[in-house]
């Protein structure tokens, strides 16, 4: 008995209720992070699709750029170097100006594939029916297109709640910010503290991802 | 302008920073085969306990950000940063791995598993020398990208005091106050790292679709 007692001594409701206002904070941050991102990343993936000249090429060099970087190195990079030209934010908003710069490239992978799994034809069908590119994209190719997209969309939104925690390092005050301030109190706090924090993260990512999965299985 | 003075000035921590990188994905991506090739034999063996061990490790760690578990490595173990944030990635890593080697072993048609035991091999046996062998092969792409994570993820090195490139960098721009061009050149050296792997998996990939 004596490994449960810091366990009850950490689970006090103040505790459970600061964390429950990180996670708030996490959430947040992702919600505001998945929409921008997903604006974003769509207006990519279709410019990327269309194959406009110039464009689409230049969009490809960033996107397998901030692909193949760290996201660590983003929020680092926005919170601490950006000043350095003028750009300045304050801690929230650098975390989400990262987070969406990094899931934007993520997503926009998604949305080409989506796209490019629609067989060529159709845009052909399309277009020798009278309509134009932009119209052709928008009846015919994009509404089939999206709801292929939904699985590995909700996966990203799980994989943004999780990269949310990185933020820590620039002190946003989300779920795992709080999780420290609290176990920074003493030593024998850290495992309850751990055991709560993965909880809470558990519960609603495995819950996505069980949604995730109905969908799939709904499309096949 | 960049600075190419932090570069020149720093080169040897820059260059110590990506020894580090490159050690740590790298011992990271065997522990994590192998943990993670026994978690999806677990998953898949005719043993009902084996089965929901398994998902459990799979479905909670991969749930949890790896950041989670990077920090509890390194603050409930006497380990020091490299050692806490490599275990913490191994961690990680092997339940994306077992998951990808489950849809391995699951597309070696079934008919093998029977055919190998009717020749008088044991579960074991036919697991090791038959489907694991063919399994393998359609894992290598999957792997490669976890392997790419990897890279990216040992950055969380930097958040233990794990000496890594990520790590060097923030220490080189407390010591210059010029933290936009070592980022940068912090980003080079992943990129040579990430683009390569990249452009391989890609191919790799290609390659794959077109055999089948």
């Known amino acids: 008995m004596e490994f449960l007692a810091p366990f009850i001594e950490v689970y006090t409701l103040d505790n459970l209720k600061f964390l429950l206002e990180g996670f708030a904070v996490t959430l947040k941050v992702a919600a505001i992070s998945i929409v921008l991102s997903f604006i974003i990343g769509s207006l990519i993936g279709t410019l990327r699709y269309a194959r406009i000249p110039v464009v689409s090429k230049l969009l490809a060099l960033i996107v397998e750029t901030i692909r193949n970087l760290p996201l660590l190195l983003i929020i680092f990079f926005t919170y601490f170097a950006l000043p350095e030209i003028g750009i300045e934010m304050e801690i929230t908003s650098a975390a989400i100006a990262a987070l969406t710069v990094f899931e934007s490239a993520m997503i926009s992978e998604i949305i080409r594939s989506g796209l490019n799994s629609i067989e060529k034809g159709q845009v052909e069908a399309g277009r020798a029916s009278g309509l134009n590119y932009i119209q052709t994209l928008r009846y015919i190719i994009l509404p089939q297109a999206l709801r292929r997209m939904v699985p590995p969309l909700v996966s990203q939104f799980i994989s943004l709640l999780k990269d949310t925690s990185l933020a820590v390092v620039i002190a946003l005050p989300d779920l795992l910010h709080n999780g420290q301030i609290i176990y920074a109190q003493k030593g024998s706090y850290v495992i309850p503290v751990f055991v709560m924090v993965a909880l809470m993260y558990f519960i609603v990512n495995y819950t996505l991802s069980l949604v995730a999965r109905r969908l799939e299985l709904k499309q096949t | ?212």
């Open chain 2, 1 to 212: 302008m960049l600075d190419f003075s932090i570069l020149t000035n720093n080169f040897d921590s820059f260059l110590e920073g990506l020894k580090i990188t490159i050690i740590s994905s790298l011992i990271a991506l065997l522990s994590s085969f192998i943990l993670g090739t026994l978690i999806a034999v677990m998953r898949i063996a005719p043993v009902k306990l084996l089965n929901w061990l398994g998902s459990v490790y799979i479905e909670f760690i991969r749930n949890i950000p790896v950041l989670v578990i990077v920090f509890f490595t390194y603050l409930s173990g006497n380990f020091g940063g490299m050692t806490a944030g490599t275990i913490g990635l191994t961690i990680y890593t092997a339940a994306f791995i077992a998951e990808a080697i489950r849809a391995g072993i699951m597309s070696v048609p079934k008919g093998q598993m029977e055919a190998a035991r009717s020749t008088g091999l044991s579960y074991g046996q036919a697991m090791r020398m038959v489907i694991l062998p063919q399994a393998i092969k359609i894992v290598i792409p999957p792997l490669g990208n976890q392997f790419i994570n990897l890279v990216k993820n040992s950055s969380l090195l930097a958040v233990v005091a794990g000496g890594d490139l990520m790590y060097q960098g923030d220490l080189i721009s407390a010591k210059t106050y010029i933290t936009f061009d070592t980022y940068v050149f912090v980003a080079l050296f992943y990129l040579i790292l990430t683009i390569p792997l990249s452009l391989g998996v890609g191919f790799l990939e290609k390659r794959m679709a077109k055999s089948n």
